[in-house]
């Protein structure tokens, strides 16, 4: 099921449609309960939720919440409890530095270590605005949580708008600079921030 809207209907709930397995949703308002009541359905197995909205709350999946769920593309700050999302595979997120970092979400995702099934973590990190140093703090902590998860998932990193993140002379040394060697498209070198190479790959794209 597809639906393009301002908000999610009423009607779409577990009572109505009990037997969803596939929903792609794209909202301007989203709010936490409505991520709730989508957590409800016993037997959705797949979900691309899209917020095209300013401002969107930072999301806790409580436990027990999305049972069957193997596979998450979504473009809102997700934090998950214990229990929460048992079965999920694979999930495609993306964030805004800046928003997280204003916001104060410190780039906290310990709670990935939460998705027992987790197999592949695509993120898209977008750049513009940002200061160098706080993109540099998401990207470790995206793959220090890849090294220290149980099931050690393969972690896709896409940064988006490079061009747009503000260096300051001040808060920048030689280790620093940009390594063009490792960011040049579908390019690895043998460590990313001191992970091992097949498990995490990044992208860039300078627009």
């Not at 099934?117 to 703090?137: P, S, T």
Request: glycine residues 4%.
């Amino acid at each position: 099921m597809a639906l393009n809207c301002a908000e999610l209907p009423t009607w779409i709930n577990s009572a109505v449609i009990p037997h969803l397995t596939n929903l792609y949703v794209t909202v301007l308002s989203l709010k936490t309960q409505h991520v709730e009541t989508l957590g409800k359905f016993p037997k959705l197995l797949a979900l691309d939720l899209t917020h095209y909205g300013d401002d969107c709350p930072l999301v806790v999946i409580s436990g027990d919440a999305f049972p069957e769920l193997t596979c998450l593309e979504t473009t809102i700050a997700l934090r998950f409890e214990p229990r929460a999302m048992p079965n999920l595979e694979h999930l495609e997120f993306s964030v805004s530095v800046k928003s997280l970092q204003d916001a104060h979400f410190d780039f906290d995702f310990r709670s990935l270590g939460n998705l027992p099934m987790l197999g592949n973590i695509r993120v898209e990190i977008r750049c513009h605005g940002a200061r160098y140093r706080d993109f540099e703090k998401a990207e470790e902590s995206l793959s220090h949580m890849v090294r220290i998860h149980p099931n050690r998932p393969i972690l896709d990193i896409v940064e988006e708008e490079v061009d747009g993140m503000l260096y300051y002379d001040s808060e920048l040394d030689d280790d620093d600079e940009v390594d063009e060697d490792i960011h040049d498209s579908d390019q690895t070198g043998e460590e990313v921030h001191g992970a091992a190479a097949h498990h995490i790959r990044i992208t860039v794209y300078k627009r």
